[in-house]
């Protein structure tokens, strides 16, 4: 059974940015969101960037005056990446905290949690990427980041355009990370390279020499690839042995956390892999978020996190415009605060300034901009990554690919 979690916002940001200088907080009263993430366990890489960015807004909303004046606390519900696990941990912070909204989880976990948030008429900010939820009808679910749909066109795009005519495909067996191959291998066909291997590798072995050896006897021109981080250290530790560490690799976002570089080696991540994650490259209030993600977190930005800020955002500014935290008084407005038309605002403070002079705003944050379509889904920027440290931070950017480029290939066009 999941343990859950219940401790305030960590690192004390949201605190520290809601405080006067005599040190009264000018709050009345608090309101709770959940960051529903694996925390703890094999996925928990993929955890720390959701709780991180929801921490990160948190302390920007407290700083602004708070959403309707009360301070936001982040509780974290440690998911252990486990739909049963996440089910029970959400049931007791519901019970105990009451949050106004949920941020997360991934894909692993969405269809343990989302009979209970619909239940209790509660927004979810959802960080997963599974095409299942492309024709989403839950009027209480929110995709804040594009679908895997999208970054497997965007991760097939460069590699077409960088014309690598042959690819082999290497992923690990868990099912969030299956679900990934089909669309990989449809979008670069789409576009007109071949698939000439496909290794699924169960993670935890002690060698995958076998595995790689199959892979590169094929001769592919490119590989691309999610792992988890003890297999993709294994695996690339024999990669090195065999001495066929000479193919470029092209990750998915998660190849881009610190936690993956750490395991695979920032020089042989940095020589060998690049990686497509969403993109903060188009916004102007990137310096803003990563200076409050170091301020609570103690640690640069980590892969995926500007979803959660972002979401985190949208929904505060959300209740700001209905004046409710009630769920069903203020899910219908987040569209009216993200999409357009209206002013555009990169930040809490900016958008709560023209939300309280009655003006329609749209919210554009890190990671570009949130327009939601009629099920809940975005488009967004991504960029083309290679690593130059130990931290998901630690990356120089190669290439960004905007939405309107993702749509062309949607489209069928061949070229960025």
Known sequence: MAMLLLVGTLGGGAIAGGTTKKGKEPFHGTIHIAAVASLTGSYAF?????????????????????????????????????????????????????PVALIGPTTLEIHGVEPIFTRFHIPDGWQGGTPAFVHNTNKWLWRCNPSDTQQTLAMAGYAVQKKYKTAALLFTSAPAVQSFVPLIRSAYTKLGGKIVASEVVAPGLSTYSSEASALLAKHPQVIFTQMTPPSASVFFRNLES????????????????????????????????????????LSGAGKLFAAAYKKVT???????????????????????????????????????????????VTTYAAGLADIKRGKKINYTGVSGPLTFNKNHNVNGPWSVVRATGKSSASVSVIETISAAQIVRLQEGKTRL
């Open 46 to 98: 993929l955890g720390g960037p959701i709780l991180g960015g929801t921490e990160a807004a948190a302390y920007l909303i407290n700083k602004a005056g708070g959403i309707l004046g009360k301070k936001l606390v982040i509780d974290p519900v440690d998911t252990k990446g486990d739909p049963a696990d996440a089910a029970t941990a959400l049931q007791q912070e519901i019970a105990i905290n009451h």
């Open 242 to 281: 065999l001495n066929l560490l000479k193919t470029p690799f092209i990750g998915s976002t998660a190849m881009a956390s610190s936690t993956e570089v750490s395991a695979i080696g920032p020089a042989v991540s940095k020589a060998h892999m690049v990686s497509v994650e969403g993109s903060t490259a």
């Open 298 to 344: 103690g640690k640069p930005v980590q892969s995926g996190a500007n979803f959660a800020f972002d979401c985190t955002t949208v929904f505060g500014l959300a209740m700001d415009k209905a004046k409710s935290t009630s769920g069903p008084k203020w899910n219908g407005d987040v569209t009216a605060v993200a999409n357009a038309p209206g002013i555009k």
